[in-house]
């Protein structure tokens, strides 16, 4: 029996064995959505913003690991998509976006809400389909879904022009897929692993150093075994929070530009660096030529060769699937006769530990302003350190990195690459629909929540219960921080003038508003909002934080990992 | 080092191939000296190729970002093996008086052939490496050129070297 391409598009989301579809209609969906209104398969959710459409999409699959999905019309509806598809391609998250386009005779004439959705999207999408004959409709799903899911993920864009999905055919959605030109590396090279093996074995000072990859690859156990079984100190970058438990003795924290003193030191000093899915990027080794002043071998494993010898010269590559290749090192090193120089490894320990005695973390308790590094805290206490914790962009979201201590991948969900402010509600949502249960904590500022409030209506909608923690502290927080450091303290417009009541924004939402103004009220207020009260309720906790407090350790932008500013130096 | 490298390809025949790559060299600011691209005896195949200059590292990433691109098949650096390489120009140039018979003269020299002849102009083709076309334009008088075309460099592997899906 002959179906429309509209009737195509939902079967083969069925298929393909989807949960939630975020999206907004306009004139060249149309027929898609009236084929959505016929089935129940999956649900659609009605966000405000097409943005918020594929974040939350991009945040269901940061916390689930499936497949993503957000549906947009042509023109706008794809320009409004952008920002949410090149978030998700920085940090690699398999999404499928589908877009409307105008009808196949109507392009290329500057049609009513036609824009070149293909190009346009190119740059910052894994790949990208435009569908001009509905016999190619279920194929092209088929192809999207694995290329978004598979080695590197990432975005994937079909768009469909409205005749498209009025035309008929067939649907057979084919049971796998073949590409000649597409076939990732999944197995590490054997000589390769054999040489890792041996340098790991010879390390006086060995560091792991693990990134996204391990989260996206859902290598945290292996990584986790690795780790213990080598009694190496390990590190995460901020998209790989989560990959080691941050409780473990053995985890030295987040790198990078605010990462801990710890982590960077041994990051500069160690003589044997194992990189895994992880991109040596230039917030996480600031200066490459100063981080390759010291001598160090450096092994380094990634789905993507393109990762490799990138920005950071490597000794052993191997290119593979994280997990696969963890397995098959642990494999080695537990046939292998010869240990690592336990005096060697002792020593380093005690360096380290000399180093994590500097307590980089520690900031003023005392005083009647709120800290926000101390709401963060709290939060994590409250939540027992098992929340689902997203956050949007700038200090909030470094607090919550370095103060969170998360045990468990795919709780963290944050834009790490493209540092997209106004994510962590839309984030919020995507993870909260498909953990209805869990606690889903939004850690933001008041400049970036205001990115994407209008969100708070779908929140609404669909009663998503998320707790927004905003920390206020009236400034675009990071930028001041830039600002009072480089730029002689002139804050040229990083100032949030005029800023709405959020307790009464949230209350004309239909939600719970509370303001904190208290240290001593911050417990209790956390308390009130994860309480069994208020658990279907979302609520907007707006703190009033210290205005004045920065992000430390801070490693400036072109200068050596190494080479950090303290809390206490200031 | 800084080396000119001419990099093959082979992707899938389909609309907006060229763009993907063409976006590629400019998004991460790659250098393209020219870039030629049409069908193979198997049409759904094209054949790319793509004279760069970069050093060591940067040819590296670039072979790697192309083979990234879904689409691409296979990806190869030419210039790490021995190969051919070709390039055709057709230069119109003015003949007249004693210049016609030099023009001719120096046309010959470089085997090069005048496809088109009127009382005032020659055009001639001329085949070879990009360097042997720039000697040709330099060994002649740049009052007398008219118009220039050059197709950009092709290339293939010698002997058992061959690029192939």
């Known amino acids: ?570 | 080092m800084v080396r000119r490298h001419i990099i093959s390809l082979l992707m899938e025949n389909e609309a907006g191939a060229l763009s993907r790559v063409a976006g590629l060299f400019s998004a991460r600011a790659y250098n393209i000296e020219s870039l030629t691209v049409a069908p193979t005896e198997d049409a759904t195949l094209s054949r790319m190729t793509i004279v760069t200059v970069g050093s060591e590292e940067v040819i590296e990433q670039i072979t790697k970002q192309l083979n990234k691109l879904v689409d691409v098949i296979k990806v190869m650096d030419l210039t790490e093996g021995s190969h051919i390489e070709r390039e055709l120009m057709l230069v119109k140039v003015k003949a007249v008086g004693a210049g016609r018979e030099e023009m001719k003269r120096t046309a010959d020299i470089f085997r090069g052939r005048i496809i088109d002849v009127t009382d005032a102009t020659y055009t001639i083709e001329l085949t070879g490496t990009g360097s042997k076309l720039d000697a040709f334009l330099e060994a002649i008088d740049p009052v007398f050129i008219i118009e220039t075309v050059r197709t950009g460099a092709s290339g293939i592997g010698r002997g058992e070297r061959s690029l192939k899906a």
């Open chain 1, 1 to 570: 029996m002959e179906v429309t391409g509209a009737e195509i598009v939902v079967r083969c989301l069925a298929e393909e064995g989807v949960e939630f579809v975020f999206g907004y209609p306009g004139g060249a969906v149309l027929n898609i959505y009236d084929a959505i209104f016929k089935q129940d398969k999956f649900k659609h959710v009605l966000v405000r913003h097409e943005q918020a459409a594929v974040h939350a999409a991009d945040a269901y699959a940061r916390a689930t690991g499936r497949v993503g999905v957000a549906l947009v019309t042509s023109g706008p509806g794809v320009t409004n998509a952008v920002t949410g598809i090149a978030t998700a391609y920085m940090d690699s998250i398999p999404i499928v976006v589908i877009s409307g386009q105008v009808p196949t005779p109507a392009i290329g004439l500057d049609a009513f809400q036609e824009v070149d959705a293909v190009g346009i999207t190119r740059p910052c999408v894994k790949h990208n389909f435009l569908v001009k004959d509905v016999k190619d409709l279920a194929a092209t799903f088929k192809k999207a879904f694995h290329i978004a899911a598979s080695g590197r993920p990432g975005p994937v864009l079909i768009d469909v022009p409205k005749d498209v999905t009025a035309h008929l055919t067939e649907f057979v959605y084919p049971a796998t897929v073949e590409m000649r030109s597409y076939n990732p590396v999944v197995k590490g090279h054997s000589g390769q692993l054999k040489r890792a093996v041996q340098m790991l074995l010879e390390a006086k000072r060995p560091m792991i150093y693990a990134g996204g990859g391990v989260v996206l690859g859902d290598a945290a156990t292996q990584l986790t075994e690795l780790t213990r079984l080598l009694g190496f100190p390990c590190t995460n970058t901020l998209m790989g929070l989560g990959g080691y438990p941050a409780t473990d003795r053995q985890n030295l924290g987040m790198l990078g530009m605010h990462g801990t003193y710890e982590a960077n030191m041994a990051m500069q000093h160690c003589d044997v660096l194992i990189a895994v899915g992880a991109r040596f990027d230039d917030r996480v080794i600031g200066n490459p030529a100063h981080f390759a002043r010291e001598q160090r071998r450096i092994i380094h494993i990634d789905v993507d060769p393109s990762s490799i010898s990138k920005r950071v010269k490597v000794d052993v590559p191997i290119v593979g699937d994280v997990k696969n290749v963890l397995d098959d090192l642990i494999a080695l090193l537990k046939q292998s006769k010869e240990k690592n120089d336990a005096a060697a490894l002792n020593a380093w320990w005690t360096q380290i530990e000399l180093w994590r005695s500097k307590d980089c973390l520690k900031y003023n308790r005392n005083g009647n302003i709120i800290k926000p590094q101390y709401v963060v805290e709290k939060l994590w206490e409250v939540t027992k350190g098992d929340a689902y914790v997203t956050s949007d962009v700038g200090q909030h979201q470094m607090w919550a990195a370095q103060y969170y201590k998360f045990d468990k991948p795919r709780r963290w969900i944050n834009s790490g690459g493209l540092g997209t402010m106004g994510v962590g509600l839309p984030y919020a949502m995507g993870v909260q629909l498909a953990f209805p249960d869990a606690q889903v904590a939004c850690i933001t500022g008041e400049s970036s929540i205001q990115m994407c409030i209008q969100e708070l209506s779908t929140c609404k909608q669909y009663r998503i219960p998320v707790k927004v923690i905003t920390l206020n502290n009236r400034y675009m927080g990071m930028v001041r921080q830039w600002q009072e450091f480089f730029y002689g303290s002139r804050y040229a417009e990083s100032y949030m003038e005029s800023l709405p009541d959020f307790v009464k924004l949230a209350e004309a939402y239909g939600h719970v508003g509370m303001r904190i103004d208290k240290p001593e009220d911050v417990e209790a207020a956390l308390k009130e909002a994860f309480s069994p009260a208020l658990k279907e309720r979302l609520v907007f906790m707006d703190f009033q934080t210290d205005q004045t407090e920065n992000v430390f350790p801070m490693v400036e932008g072109g200068k050596g990992l190494s080479e950090m500013i303290l809390a206490e130096e200031l």
